[in-house]
């Protein structure tokens, strides 16, 4: 009998010494170790584990065979046997406990990412590189020497205003500039516009299909008109619509009016409203939808009703977008916005082939050319090469419906919508530049 306790005796020592050596091996095996490498997942770690855990079983059934079996099993039970074991042989707790890693490691870390992210706005920079930005540094009270942040030095928050936090930090970094009307950059010197060579070089294109004299351009006349409007009185004091409705841009979604030419209006229409108090009619009739070849004719019946329905009206508004080569990106750097640049249009109702066209006539030609002239000076002067050169053609594109009417071509179709949406800010303050008379 006692010989056969001796061996239960020496078996239970010899397992247990083989468990310490074990988990003595594991630990200096685990100091020594890359950090960037986890133990767990090699070949040699998982052997090494696996054995631990035998013994640690074997152990576990010479003191009491219930805790292996509450062990595999996942009993609550099991798991304060193991404590109670470790606290037995205190080496083999502090052994067993650093297999696998210190459990609130990982969580350490990621707080202390976010908050470095969420209070400099910026990703941390990988191990090894260069950190230019010394504001990118976690800052000293969330760091100890050992390079570890301390989690009795970290405030206690919750992710949501992690979360919170990190989200107004790149709000703060990333927010679009704002636009801000500008103040006139330089002053063009009418009396040099005086020569029509001067007046048509710097102001105009003129298609090769029409023709444009002195009579009608000439710096006195396009200047006398005053196209100064009231606010005040009933009823709105502009109109704007598309006889080209389908017109899209690079990025439109296909069947949102929002992202197409139509929303560009919106905005345009909007702006003029809240920030210079004008009352805005948005027409929102289709003409293109089935071809364009006729739509000038198609919108004509519809805009006259409107106008009958609004007799208030003075300003009216056909915007467009051009069609341009693929090359050619209609777009300039605007206080730090991608603004698409944009083109007034008129019709002379006139070619060199058949000359002036009787039934296109336009008794507010006059007052149109004018109207766009005083548009592109004001652009000139308050935001430079914003604006292309006016655009002369043949024919009278409904141009003749009010002495204050205007053909935009609003960018083109590479241009982005936020571009298009960008330019309507200048596009609206110019409006009102030559309307109020400043």
């Given amino acids: ?25 594991m630990k200096s095996w685990s100091i020594n170790a890359s950090d960037a490498v986890k133990k767990e997942d090699t070949i040699g770690g998982a052997m090494l584990k696996s054995l631990a855990e035998s013994g640690e079983q074997g152990l576990s059934g ?15 039970s099991g798991l304060f046997l193991q404590e109670q074991i470790a606290a037995l042989f205190p080496f083999y707790g502090y052994c067993g406990k650093d297999i696998g890693g210190e459990e609130g490691e990982g969580k350490t870390d990621f707080r202390t990412i976010m908050l470095a992210e969420a209070e400099e706005g ?28 301390s989690e009795e030095s970290l405030p206690q928050t919750s992710m949501e205003e992690l979360l919170r936090a990190e ?13 801000i009307p500008h103040t006139r950059q330089n002053q063009v010197d009418l009396n040099v516009l005086g020569s029509y060579e001067a007046l048509i070089q710097q102001f105009y294109t003129i298609d090769a299909n029409t023709t444009a004299g ?17 606010k005040e009185g009933d009823g709105p004091q502009i109109l704007i619509y598309h006889t080209h409705s389908q017109e899209a841009f690079a990025d439109s979604i296909p069947g949102d009016a929002g992202t197409s030419i139509m929303g560009v209006g919106e905005h345009l229409a909007e702006i003029l409203r809240d920030q210079y108090g004008y009352d ?7 003409y293109d939808k089935e071809s364009r070849d006729d739509s000038y004719s198609v919108a004509l019946a519809d805009i006259q009703q409107v106008l009958e329905d609004y007799p208030s009206i003075q300003v009216v508004i056909d915007l467009h977008r051009d069609a341009l080569p693929e090359s050619t990106h209609l777009v300039m750097d605007l206080d730090g916005r991608p603004t698409a640049r944009f083109m007034f249009f008129n019709g002379l109702s006139r070619t060199k082939k058949t000359g002036n066209i009787a039934y296109l006539y336009n008794e507010n030609q006059d007052a149109n050319l004018a109207f766009s002239f005083q ?31 205007l053909l935009i071509e609003l960018g083109a179709q590479n241009n982005t ?10 596009l609206a303050h110019i409006l009102d530049l030559v309307l109020s008379g400043e």
């Fill in 167 to 179: 989200n107004e930090a790149a709000a703060s970094v990333q927010q679009p500039a704002v636009f």
């Fill in 280 to 286: 805005v009619v948005h027409h929102l009739g289709q």
């Fill in 375 to 405: 548009m592109q000076l004001k652009a000139m002067e308050y935001y430079p090469n914003l604006t292309r050169k006016i655009y002369l053609k043949g024919y009278r594109y409904n141009m003749h419906l009010r002495p204050r009417s």
């Fill in 122 to 149: 910026t990703y941390p920079e990988a191990e090894g590189t260069v950190i230019e930005n010394e504001d990118s540094v976690p800052p000293p009270d969330l760091v100890q020497d050992s390079g570890q942040a």
């Fill in 62 to 76: 010479l003191f009491m065979p219930g805790i292996a079996f509450a062990m595999e099993n996942g009993r609550g």
């Fill in 417 to 426: 919508v936020e571009e298009a949406m960008n330019a309507c800010d200048p």
């Fill in 1 to 25: 009998m006692k010989e056969a306790n001796s061996k239960v005796k020496r078996r239970i020592f010899l397992l247990a010494f083989l468990v310490l050596v074990l988990q003595a091996v």
């Fill in 214 to 230: 002195s009579d009608q351009l000439n710096i006195g006349k396009l200047m006398e008109q005053d196209m100064r409007i009231s």
